[in-house]
Every structure is written in structure tokens, then in C-alpha cells.
Nanobody, 128 residues
Framework: QVQLVESGGGLVQAGGSLRLSCAAS????????MGWFRQAPGKEREFVAA????????HYAESVKGRFTISRDNAKNTVYLLMGSLFPEDTAVYYC?????????????????????WGQGTQVTVSS
């Protein structure tokens, strides 16, 4: 079982930056693909970014490519999402997710169904 706890959300002006963190419990963090998703009111949960178990592969949604950076520190059991050039449209609850990829040929997932563990979410609000 893996528990995920997000932090770092808050209120920021358009054009600003925030760094989200997701701390994971468990000894097998280094074998997990980690993803960030977001959900705005009235909308479905959408993929933001993902990173493979060793950080060698990353993938971003087109809407955040070039503005957001996902990274991980396996020694700290933590994954990060650095968000820059924020727009009001980035306002949402941001969720961290994890899936064990030790027994899979897939090293990265971009859909919610591809993840087994979820955090409680952290609110990001971008004001115009």
C-alpha cells in the first residue's frame, strides 16, 4: 500500500509559479511511475504530467508543455511539479498518483485508470 500526500498548492497571480510536492510512503517508491492530474469544478480529471520510475521518461499534457516540469527524488520518496507561467485556466485541484511498474512493460501512464494510488489533492488557484 502506498499513501500519497500533496502539498504546495495555494493562490498565485497569473504568470506566477508554484511548486507542488507529493510525498509517498512505502519502500518501493523507486519502482513507481508517478503522475500529476488536475480537476477543475465541473470538469473531468485530466492528465498533467508523469514520470517513470527512474526519471528517465517524462510526458506532459500539451496544455502545460514548456511551462510545467515534473521531477522526482527517489531518496526522499517525493515527486515534484514545478509550475510556471500560470494561467487562470490552470486553476484546479491537483492530484498525485502512483502505479507500480515493476511487472509492466509500460513505464509511464497518462490516464487516471492507469494508476492505483491517489493523494487527497491540493488546491491551486490562479488569479487574473
Amino acid at each position: 500500500q502506498v499513501q500519497l500526500v500533496e502539498s504546495g498548492g495555494g493562490l498565485v497571480q497569473a504568470g506566477g509559479s508554484l511548486r507542488l510536492s507529493c510525498a509517498a510512503s512505502g519502500r518501493t517508491f523507486s519502482s513507481y511511475c508517478m503522475g500529476w492530474f488536475r480537476q477543475a469544478p465541473g470538469k473531468e480529471r485530466e492528465f498533467v504530467a508523469a514520470i517513470s520510475w527512474n526519471g528517465g521518461v517524462t510526458h506532459y499534457a500539451e496544455s502545460v508543455k514548456g511551462r510545467f516540469t515534473i521531477s522526482r527524488d527517489n531518496a526522499k520518496n517525493t515527486v515534484y511539479l514545478l509550475m510556471g507561467s500560470l494561467f487562470p485556466e490552470d486553476t484546479a485541484v491537483y492530484y498525485c498518483a502512483a502505479v507500480d511498474t515493476r511487472s509492466s512493460i509500460v513505464v509511464i501512464n497518462t490516464t487516471p485508470d492507469g494508476y492505483d494510488y491517489w493523494g487527497q489533492g491540493t488546491q491551486v488557484t490562479v488569479s487574473s
